[in-house]
């Protein structure tokens, strides 16, 4: 809680794009909302104290407009990693346009979704996986 919203997007703004024309009123209304279940959840409290977060758009080192495809990768590997430190602190080990880490982490996100207890298919998963990975001598 240090009075910011960080707002970490794996893609640059490049002009003539600019912070207003991509995310428009998102982070205002994101600070709203959190503000509002926060507050309900907590019995009240001062809504402006977080709705009058100031907003920062992290400029991280991997940053790129050349991968369109891996977005959830990046967002699920964000949060796995980022605590809140400033993007020069911050790393999670990723690579500025490294499209095999991406295949990999892809991979490791997909076993770990598709393999987890709380998948109903989680057994089924695991044995077409073995069988699949005799099968193709991995």
Not at 12 to 27: A, D, S, V
Not at 35 to 55: L, Q
Request: some cysteine; overall charge positive; glycine content about 6%.
């Amino acid at each position: 809680m240090n009075g910011s919203l960080d707002v970490i997007d794996n893609q640059c703004i490049t002009p003539p794009m600019t912070y207003l024309g991509k995310y428009k009123n998102e982070p205002r209304n994101m600070l709203k909302g959190f503000a509002e279940y926060y507050f309900a959840r907590h019995n009240g409290g001062n809504k402006s104290s977080v709705t009058d977060f100031k907003t920062r758009n992290l400029n991280m080192k991997w940053k790129s407009n050349a991968n369109y495809d891996d977005c959830g990768v990046f967002l699920l590997k964000h949060m796995e990693t980022y605590y809140g430190e400033s993007a020069k602190e911050w790393n999670p080990g990723l690579e500025k346009d490294n499209f095999e880490q991406m295949k990999r982490l892809r991979v490791e996100y997909c076993g770990k979704l598709l393999a987890h207890k709380e998948n109903d298919e989680h057994h089924t998963m695991i044995s077409k996986s073995r069988t699949w990975a005799l099968e193709n001598k991995i």
